[in-house]
């Protein structure tokens, strides 16, 4: 079906144009509606398999028992499918989510056209496209144009209330400086390529494992855990990634995966020829999707790793791991088998006087006032931040998050000051971890 213009209805301030959504992250902001976004959705792309699943996951939200869409899907196929979009723009605003060879290209295209931009992390997988982002934004900031990613890990509940804590210095103190051997902030996270989504197992389209078109891991997952350092220990503080950041020391690694395991997640029956030269001897597939690194970001040492393996173990699922470290108190979030693979956060004082523990009592009112529900449970020299499980809404929830979040200020007609800077220092930290990464042995 070919795409026609449609006039929007004056309650719509956003239309979405879809440009080859390759991963499901394209559909899950759309997993719920808003009264400011036309429910008619333009679809551009090539001619993919990508595409149908792309399709029939909105098809999915459309006919599901609890709070169904109503979603439009106006589709077209064709090689020349970005040319298309830009011709006709049918919509105001481009979302991308999938291969990320030539999103930034898309993105300053796109940007220089008069569209504004909702894309899926990373926007950037190497220096060569960090350029082309800073070409993006500046046309973006000369043309009144929203550029913005999603960042979905900022509403995750543990992650909140840690950088939360963090800000009252009674409880928390100041962060500490560290070390590169011993970093005050330490985030990692594990993910798995096979796993269910939205009830589903997850099909991967087999780009994903060709790290020139999906980028290395760290490049990709670490996106998230360097824009939550950033937002956390400097929160509304404009970064300069010229005299802020410097990286210290970056590796990077494989996950092995066999022909059955690359079968069972992408459907295929063999391993496609481009990712020949990614097979061992033995003919395993080894992914570049495993990365490290340690960088010192204003006064402070930080550490991020990322690790793929192909499943989690039973009962589990991707977790995260993080630590702040305060001069009163460390605040540490665990997910692993002791917490029932469920993201959990401590507070660990360094002092058990009674005076600390009196003025922790006090002004952890202040937080329980913001999160009603939220308590403190003490257990040996620790306390469990006992969260309800109203706040737990999940990952894929979160998109919807952040879509509010982004039609708040395209209503609006800008972000906050600090959010272009920051968003250079996040993708300057990634691309040049991952340039030292490659020269180490």
């Known amino acids: 079906m070919s795409c026609t213009n449609t006039k929007q209805e004056s309650a719509h301030i956003a239309t979405f144009m879809t440009v080859d959504p390759g991963h499901f992250h394209a559909a899950l902001v759309q997993k719920e509606m808003f009264p400011e976004l036309n429910p008619e959705v333009f679809i551009f792309a090539p001619d993919a398999a990508d595409v149908d699943d792309h399709l029939n996951r909105i098809e999915g939200f459309n006919t599901r028992e609890n709070n169904p869409t109503a979603w439009i899907s106006e589709t077209y196929r064709g090689s020349d499918f970005f040319a298309k979009m ?9 979302v991308l989510a999938g291969n990320n060879e030539k999103k930034t290209e898309y993105i300053l295209e796109a940007v220089q056209n008069g569209i504004h931009v909702y894309a899926d992390k990373p926007m950037v997988i190497n220096v060569q496209d960090f350029e082309l982002l800073k070409q993006a934004y500046q046309s973006a900031g000369e043309q009144g144009i929203l550029l913005y990613d999603i960042m979905t890990e900022r509403f995750e509940i543990t992650s909140r209330l840690q950088k939360e804590l963090s800000l009252i210095p009674e ?19 594990v993910h798995h390529f096979f796993k269910f989504v939205s009830g589903n197992k997850i099909k991967r389209p087999p780009w994903f494992f060709d790290v020139t078109q999906e980028g290395d891991g760290i490049v990709d997952v670490t996106t998230h855990l360097v824009d939550l350092i950033q937002w956390a220990c400097f929160p509304e503080v404009i970064l300069d990634y010229k005299k802020d950041i410097e990286i210290l020391k970056a590796s990077r690694w494989t996950t092995a995966l066999t022909e059955e395991e690359f079968s069972a997640v992408t459907r295929l029956d063999k391993i496609p020829e481009y990712l020949d030269n990614d097979l061992d001897e ?4 080894q992914v570049y999707c495993n990365g ?4 010192q970001l204003k006064n402070i040492h930080a550490r991020v790793k990322v690790e793929w393996k192909y499943q989690a173990p039973e009962g589990a699922g991707d977790t995260h791991y993080s630590i702040l470290r305060g001069t009163l108190a460390d605040l540490e979030i665990r997910q692993g088998a002791a917490e029932n693979y469920k993201p959990e956060l401590y507070l660990i004082p360094k002092s058990t006087s009674k005076e600390y523990l009196s003025i922790l009592n006090d002004k952890f009112s202040v937080l329980e006032k913001k999160f009603p529900g939220v308590q403190l449970d003490e257990s040996a020299e620790e306390f469990r931040v006992n969260i309800p499980d109203e706040y737990r809404i999940g990952h894929e929830a979160h998109f919807g998050q952040v879509t509010a979040q982004f039609l708040k200020y395209l209503k609006a007609g800008e972000l906050p000051a600090w959010e272009v800077p920051n968003s250079l220092a996040k993708y300057y930290t990634t691309t040049a971890g991952l340039e030292l990464a490659k020269k180490q042995k």
Request: cysteine-free; glycine content about 12%; proline content about 8%.
């Open 86 to 94: 830009l011709k006709e723009k049918p919509g105001n605003v481009l």
């Open 171 to 189: 409880i928390f103190g100041a962060i500490e400086p560290g070390s590169a051997d011993n970093p005050s902030v330490v985030k990692e996270s």
């Open 282 to 285: 033995n003919g395993l597939l």
């Open 292 to 295: 490290e690194m340690t960088y």
